[in-house]
């Protein structure tokens, strides 16, 4: 049973956002833009680019009236592995400020 609530455990703390990340002495923070990450933790072991969509739609309980307003956003996903001591990082940039850091599995 007690391993069974570990695993439990270890399944729900895995992948979870986080608010902040370590890079040796500098503390990287949502909010943040690219270039300040890039100066304080190097380039990432892994990167990608795509757009996304961000926005809202209102829609008028009669049904008459519809709005819907979408901006297009570039997406960075940069995934850092700081050694098989921790677990790799996966950080999430919208138009260049981070807005998500997750944790991955244990690095290499």
């Known amino acids: 049973m007690k391993k069974i609530l570990l695993l439990f455990g270890f399944l729900i703390f895995a992948g979870t956002a986080n608010a902040a990340m370590r890079c040796g002495k500098w503390v990287i923070e949502r909010g943040d833009h690219e270039t ?3 100066q304080k933790c190097g380039e990432p072991e892994y990167m990608d680019e795509r757009i996304g969509y961000r ?3 209102l829609r008028h309980p009669g049904g008459s009236l519809e709005i819907e307003g979408f901006q297009q956003v570039i997406i ?3 995934i850092y592995n700081f050694g098989p001591r921790r677990l ?3 950080l999430l940039f919208e138009d260049g400020i981070l807005k998500e ?3 991955l599995d244990r690095g290499y």
């Open 36 to 38: 300040e990450v890039l």
């Open 55 to 57: 926005g809202e739609r």
């Open 76 to 78: 960075h996903e940069w």
């Open 88 to 90: 790799k990082q996966r």
């Open 101 to 103: 850091i997750n944790d």
